[in-house]
């Protein structure tokens, strides 16, 4: 991976990564209620796009070249479903449907300051082992938010959200990670969603990190999609996704990216 140092900013760099929070956090709730069967994903990636600018930001995926690709990424957002795990392309011709889950990642870029977040969806009614995989993916994710901390080791992080995870018998996606971010999209530390407690570098004051468990629920094998940008479970077996962009304070993590689904669809209205 390439990266450009170490995530850790003063405060004003703070609050414009904040910034793109509010913005990234906001898009999610005008996003919920159109998440349903029938909706196509460019319709999703457009309206993205669309609110994005209207609040004065940029979306930070397109025209982004990730480190572990040749090509610019096109869309602003990464709409992943059922047994894709990550970079999942809007299409016209890919329509959610009743009964799938689907994974939407979006950056929001504010004065060169970048955040980035990701949920997973229901489309419609699943059946219970599938709420279960989204709930352990998003419970995993707050486990680990709740050990962030000035001082923590890396591998501690990991280390709860593997733990976890396994717990229910699912695994975690291999060889993906979370990261640091913020005048860049991907940034120093790697974040791993597996570790050794105590292990790895310890987490310094004002370090801002992207915590992102990706989640199967089958086996941890992933493969490249037909598309080739599609991560997707070797198996065909469902996958969860959600991420936080999180400030690592001295008392605990402050999380800039929030997502109450109700209360940030009705912020909007
Ligand atoms: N959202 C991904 C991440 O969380 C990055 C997507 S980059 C893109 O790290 F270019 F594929 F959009
Ligand atoms: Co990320």
Known sequence: MKYEGWAIYDEAGIQRIAAAADILSRLFGYLTPLIRPGVSTAELDARAEEFIRAEGGEPAFKGYKPPFEDAA????????INHEVVHGLPSPTRILQEGQIVSIDCGVRVDGFHADMAYTFAVGEVPPPVQKLLWVTRTALERAIAQVRAGVALGTIGH??????????FAVAENLTGHGVGVAMHMEPDVPNVGKPGQGPRLPANLVIAIEPMVHMGGKRIKKGADGWAVETSDGSLAAHFEHTVVVRPGGAQVLTSFEPIYQALAHV
Do not use: A, D, E
């Open 160 to 169: 709860t959200i593997h733990n976890f995870v396994k717990g229910y018998t």
């Open 73 to 80: 990424y096109p869309y602003t957002l990464c709409v992943s």
